[in-house]
C-alpha cells in the first residue's frame, strides 16, 4: 500500500496570499494518479484536481497541481476566504487507493 | 454523467449489523472496479474496501477486516458494504468511490452512527 504524507499539517495564511501544500508518497504513484481534494463540514470532499494536474470541472484557475513519481504539489495561487478548509491527496493508481492526513488551511 | 447514490445509513447499537447501499448510473458498472471510503467525525478520509469489477479481486482496510464484506451486484448496478459487529469508531459518512482511468467519482455519502 502506498503511504501518503502530506505537509504542512496546518498552513495559516491570509486571503490574497500563496498556498503551497505538499503530498509525498512512500512509491512512486503510477501514471500521476494523484488527485487533490477540498473538504468543509457536512459537506462530500469536492475534487479539485485529479491526474497530478488537470483541474475538475468548474474549478477556478487559481488551484493548480504539478509533480510527479513521489512528490506532488497543490498551489492555490491567492486565497480566497472560501478556500479554507481541508485539503486531501489521493493516489489511486495502486489498489488499493490510499489518502494523505490531510493540510488544513486557516485563515491567519 | 456518472452518479453514485448511497443509502442505508441509521443510527445502530454497537455490536449490530447494517448493510450500506450504492446505486450507480452514468457509466458502464460492470466494467469498473469500487471502492468504499469513510470519514469519521473530526478525522481524515479513509479508505476501508475495494472490490474489482469482475469480483476476483477484493482489499480491505485492517480497522475492518473481518467485519465487513464489500460486494457488488452487476444486473443491478449495485455496490454494497455489509457492515458487522459494528463499534463506536466505526461512525462515519461513508462513500462510494469509483475510479475511471484519471478520473474520480464520489457519491454524497451515507451517515452511519453506532451509539448506545
Known amino acids: 500500500e502506498i503511504v501518503l504524507t502530506q505537509s504542512p499539517g496546518t498552513l495559516s495564511l491570509s486571503p490574497g496570499e500563496r498556498a503551497t501544500l505538499s503530498c509525498r508518497a512512500s512509491?512512486?504513484?503510477?501514471?500521476?494518479?494523484l488527485a487533490w481534494y477540498q473538504h468543509k463540514p457536512g459537506q462530500a470532499p469536492r475534487l479539485l484536481i485529479y491526474?497530478?494536474?488537470s483541474r475538475a470541472t468548474g474549478i477556478p484557475d487559481r488551484f493548480s497541481g504539478s509533480g510527479s513519481g513521489t512528490d506532488f504539489t497543490l498551489t492555490i495561487s491567492r486565497l480566497e476566504p472560501e478556500d479554507f478548509g481541508v485539503y486531501y491527496c489521493?493516489?489511486?493508481?495502486?489498489?488499493?487507493?490510499?489518502f494523505g492526513q490531510g493540510t488544513k488551511l486557516e485563515i491567519k | 454523467e456518472v452518479q453514485l447514490v448511497e443509502s442505508g445509513g441509521g443510527l445502530v447499537q454497537p455490536g449490530e449489523s447494517l448493510r450500506l447501499s450504492c446505486a450507480a448510473s452514468?457509466?458502464?458498472?460492470?466494467?469498473?472496479?469500487m471502492n468504499w471510503v469513510r470519514q469519521a467525525p473530526g478525522k481524515g478520509l479513509e479508505w476501508i474496501s475495494y472490490?474489482?469489477?469482475?469480483?476476483?479481486?477484493?482489499y480491505y482496510a485492517e480497522s475492518v477486516r473481518g467485519r465487513f464484506t464489500i460486494s457488488r451486484d452487476n444486473a443491478k448496478n449495485s455496490l454494497y458494504l455489509q457492515m458487522n459487529s459494528l463499534r463506536a469508531e466505526d461512525t462515519a459518512v461513508y462513500y462510494c468511490?469509483?475510479?475511471?482511468?484519471?478520473?474520480?467519482?464520489w457519491g454524497q455519502g451515507t451517515l452511519v452512527t453506532v451509539s448506545s
Open positions: 468511490v469509483m475510479i475511471r482511468g484519471v478520473a474520480v467519482y
Open positions: 452514468g457509466f458502464t458498472f460492470i466494467s469498473y472496479s
Open positions: 472490490i474489482s469489477s469482475s469480483r476476483s479481486t477484493i
Open positions: 512509491q512512486s504513484v503510477s501514471s500521476s494518479y
Open positions: 491526474g497530478a494536474s
Open positions: 489521493q493516489q489511486y493508481g495502486s489498489s488499493p487507493c490510499s
